[in-house]
């Protein structure tokens, strides 16, 4: 694929995030506090910086795994065709689940992923998003917690990327696109 040239320009800061992480953390910590087995899912590859700085603002004992979905490729527009390319190591039944995603974008590969967890029997699932995009919203999805509501701009950094570049920048921001040479 060849890469569009862009710019990206700051949507939100480093520190707006660190705020926002650690003020998600707070009620999550208080939600789970009588859960002897949290299991803090993060799904692969935009939610790891994310999920990192999460956890380790949780107040409670959490086993950490991953899942990865994929809709996007090196596409900035989903194919609404879910693929799982890593699943979970561990086991989930009987236990709190988190799931945690980089961003709820149209709400397709969030909902097939439960669909996939509810079928292993767990106590509950949540769902934590750094981003959510109301306004492409195609199938419906809830989060219980919810960094930042966002508008309709393909976006990159803290973890999300465009084909995987910009994943590194320590804040979101919107990837504008402009006129070849």
């Not at 569009?4 to 953390?25: C, D, G, M, T």
């Not at 999920?51 to 609404?80: H, K």
């Not at 309709?152 to 921001?173: E, M």
Request: proline share 3%.
């Amino acid at each position: 694929m060849t890469q569009k040239p862009y710019v990206v320009e700051e949507l939100i800061s480093a520190k707006s995030i660190a705020a926002r992480v650690e003020a998600l953390a707070k009620e999550i910590s208080t939600h789970y506090a009588d859960s002897e087995k949290l299991v803090v899912v993060g799904l692969l590859r935009g939610s790891f910086i994310f999920i990192a700085d999460l956890v380790r603002e949780i107040n409670l004992p959490v086993e950490v795994d991953f899942l990865e979905a994929s809709s996007y490729g090196s596409s900035t527009e989903s194919s609404r065709e879910v693929r799982i390319l890593k699943d979970l190591r561990g086991e989930i039944a009987g236990r709190d689940v988190l799931v945690v995603e980089d961003i709820i974008d149209t709400g397709h590969t969030l909902k097939h992923v439960l669909e996939i967890l509810e079928t292993r029997h767990p106590r509950r699932i949540e769902i934590c998003a750094l981003l959510n995009k109301p306004s492409r919203r195609e199938t419906e999805v809830n989060a219980k917690w919810v960094g930042f509501d966002i508008p309709d701009k393909f976006v990159v950094g803290y973890g999300i990327d465009y084909a995987q570049r910009d994943r590194n920048l320590p804040h979101i921001g919107a990837v504008r696109f402009t006129a070849e040479g």
